[in-house]
């Protein structure tokens, strides 16, 4: 599903007319040209991933594509990267398999595993410019359940809480745990940074329950707000919980 939020405000204004309650105050990431970061999710009928495995796969896609050396400095994918977080902060989230898998992955990407998800993210592109092998994948049809109950989440890293009130796909709930990640991502110092990719990522995703969604949606920790144009209505879907916990993690093996 596709997702466009920033940390404090709804963020596309493309389609409402100019009264509409929902549209936002234009600022000039609304002149920008426009940038979507693509994820595609590996969704075979027979073996589909546990549903919080490709969340925090997806989370974790993010982190590897805004940390790899191709997106920072000269590197290939630099200039889109910025192009893209000059604008609004723009992620779709699809699915694929078998021939449709094989083709995505013969892109320009980085395929990032889970315990059973895979997801390959790529560099960014024109919201009109999606590549012909990724325009024709299906946006619908994310639809994932957890075989068993999670594990409860891991306090010595990062948590991405999600609003229990909000009923999303697996794939809206994808693309609101990446903006999750890059918004602990950017709230981090550059060793923390640093710990944190040489850890391999590690973070948790669980649903809050409803006294401590409460307290951590004022807590002025880092929040996404979707801008509700699909699925749900504005409002706030994740909160970044204990990013900087990541300076003690210890580093671990390249994967």
Same mark, same amino acid.
């Given at each position: 599903?596709? =997702?466009?939020d920033?940390?404090v405000?709804p963020?596309e204004? *493309? @389609?409402?007319?100019?009264d509409?309650?929902?549209?936002p105050? !234009?600022?000039?990431r +609304?002149e920008?040209?426009?940038?979507v970061l693509?994820?595609?999710?590996?969704? $075979?009928?027979?073996?589909p #991933?546990?549903?919080t +495995?490709?969340?925090?796969?997806?989370?974790r896609?993010?982190?590897?594509?805004?940390?790899?050396?191709? =997106?920072?400095? %000269?590197?290939?994918?630099?200039?889109?990267m910025?192009?893209?977080q000059d *604008?609004?902060?723009r992620?779709?989230?699809?699915?694929?398999?078998?021939a449709?898998w !094989?083709?995505a992955?013969?892109?320009?990407?980085?395929?990032v595993?889970g315990?059973?998800a895979?997801?390959?993210? &790529?560099?960014p592109?024109?919201?009109?410019?999606?590549?012909?092998?990724?325009?024709k994948?299906?946006v619908?049809?994310? $639809?994932?359940? +957890?075989?068993?109950?999670?594990?409860? #989440?891991?306090?010595a890293g990062?948590?991405?809480?999600l609003?229990?009130?909000l009923?999303?796909?697996?794939g809206?709930?994808?693309?609101?745990? @990446?903006?999750g990640?890059?918004?602990a991502?950017w709230d981090?110092? %550059?060793?923390?940074?640093?710990?944190? !990719?040489e850890?391999?990522f #590690?973070? =948790?995703?669980a649903?809050?329950a *409803?006294d401590?969604?409460?307290?951590?949606?004022?807590?002025g920790?880092?929040?996404?707000e +979707?801008?509700g &144009?699909? $699925?749900?209505?504005? @409002?706030?879907?994740?909160?970044? $919980? @204990?990013a900087?916990?990541?300076?003690?993690?210890?580093?671990?093996?390249?994967?």
């Amino acid at each position: 599903m596709s =997702s466009n939020d920033t940390p404090v405000s709804p963020s596309e204004t *493309a @389609g409402l007319p100019a009264d509409s309650p929902f549209r936002p105050e !234009r600022t000039n990431r +609304d002149e920008a040209q426009q940038y979507v970061l693509p994820l595609v999710v590996h969704i $075979e009928k027979a073996a589909p #991933p546990a549903r919080t +495995d490709a969340l925090r796969t997806a989370a974790r896609a993010v982190l590897v594509m805004l940390s790899d050396e191709r =997106s920072v400095g %000269e590197g290939e994918w630099a200039q889109a990267m910025r192009d893209w977080q000059d *604008a609004r902060i723009r992620k779709v989230v699809r699915r694929a398999r078998g021939a449709e898998w !094989r083709k995505a992955c013969a892109l320009p990407g980085i395929t990032v595993t889970g315990e059973s998800a895979e997801v390959r993210v &790529f560099p960014p592109v024109p919201l009109d410019g999606w590549p012909k092998e990724l325009a024709k994948l299906q946006v619908s049809g994310t $639809e994932l359940d +957890d075989p068993e109950p999670p594990a409860a #989440p891991d306090p010595a890293g990062p948590v991405l809480w999600l609003n229990p009130e909000l009923d999303m796909s697996a794939g809206k709930e994808m693309a609101q745990v @990446g903006h999750g990640a890059q918004l602990a991502w950017w709230d981090l110092s %550059e060793q923390e940074r640093t710990a944190w !990719r040489e850890a391999g990522f #590690p973070l =948790s995703v669980a649903t809050a329950a *409803a006294d401590r969604w409460r307290e951590l949606a004022v807590s002025g920790l880092p929040v996404v707000e +979707d801008a509700g &144009f699909t $699925e749900i209505a504005p @409002g706030k879907t994740v909160v970044a $919980e @204990g990013a900087h916990r990541v300076g003690s993690l210890p580093a671990s093996p390249r994967r």
